[in-house]
C-alpha cells in the first residue's frame, strides 16, 4: 500500500491564482481530513469527509473547497490565493469505525503564496 | 470549546536522560487521546490511542498513560533517534475533528 499521498510536494504561488492540491490514499479509509500546518504550531483543521459525497468544515475553512467523490480522493481548492495561506498542508485519513480513530497523514505540500 | 496544551514547547536532554511530555486537556466529552510523532518535513506518524482513565500503552522506550485531565508521554533512557516533535490531539466525536496542540520538541544529544 501506498498509504495516503500527496501533489505536489511544493508549491509556489502569486497572490489571486488558484490551483488545487490533491490527496489519494489506497487504504479503503471512509474519513479523510486537510489540515494546515503553521511554524511551531499544531495542525488546524480545514476540511474533512466521512464519505464519498460528504464533506463539511473544520477550524479554518475560509479560503478553501474540497469535494469527495470517490473514496480514494479528496482533493483541496484553493479558489484565491493569499499570502495568509503560506502553510504546509497535510491530508490524513482513517477509518470510520467508532474504535478506530488513529489517522495516517501524508508527506505534506509546502505552499508559499507571493 | 476544546483545549489541548503541551509542555514544554522544547526539550533538550542527554542520551539515557529519561523525562516526560505532558499533554493536558479540556473538552467535553473524550473519545480518544491521540500522541503522534512528526520528523522534520514529514507528516505526523501515528504512536498510540488512549480511551479511558487509567490506561496505559507502550512501545520501545514510549509509554504514554491518561487521567481525567491529562496524559504523559514518558521516555525512557532516550536514543538521539527519538529527536522529533511529539504532537497530542483529542477526539470528542466520531465524525468530527481532531484537536491538536502544538507539540513538544524533543531533541536528545549522544
Known amino acids: 500500500n501506498a498509504g495516503v499521498t500527496q501533489t505536489p510536494k511544493f508549491q509556489v504561488l502569486k497572490t489571486g491564482q488558484s490551483m488545487t492540491l490533491q490527496c489519494a490514499q489506497d487504504m479503503n479509509h471512509e474519513y479523510m481530513s486537510w489540515y494546515r500546518q503553521d511554524p511551531g504550531m499544531g495542525l488546524r483543521l480545514i476540511h474533512y469527509?466521512?464519505?464519498?459525497?460528504?464533506?463539511d468544515q473544520g477550524e479554518v475553512p475560509n479560503g478553501y473547497n474540497v469535494s469527495r467523490s470517490t473514496t480514494e480522493d479528496f482533493p483541496l481548492r484553493l479558489l484565491s490565493a493569499a499570502p495568509s495561506q503560506t502553510s504546509v498542508y497535510f491530508c490524513a485519513s482513517r477509518r470510520g469505525t467508532v474504535d478506530h480513530y488513529e489517522q495516517y497523514f501524508g508527506p505534506g505540500t509546502r505552499l508559499t503564496v507571493t | 470549546e476544546d483545549q489541548v496544551t503541551q509542555s514544554p514547547e522544547a526539550l533538550r536532554l542527554q542520551e539515557g536522560e529519561s523525562s516526560s511530555l505532558n499533554c493536558s486537556y479540556t473538552v467535553s466529552g473524550l473519545r480518544g487521546l491521540f500522541w503522534y510523532r512528526q520528523d522534520p518535513g514529514k507528516g505526523p506518524e501515528f504512536l498510540f490511542t488512549?480511551?479511558?482513565a487509567g490506561e496505559e500503552k507502550e512501545k520501545e522506550r514510549l509509554k504514554a498513560t491518561l487521567t481525567k485531565k491529562e496524559s504523559f508521554l514518558h521516555i525512557t533512557a532516550p536514543k538521539p533517534e527519538d529527536s522529533a516533535t511529539y504532537l497530542c490531539a483529542v477526539q470528542v466525536t466520531w465524525a468530527g475533528k481532531s484537536t491538536f496542540g502544538d507539540g513538544t520538541t524533543l531533541t536528545v544529544k549522544p
Open positions: 469527509s466521512v464519505g464519498a459525497g460528504i464533506t
Open positions: 488512549l480511551y479511558s
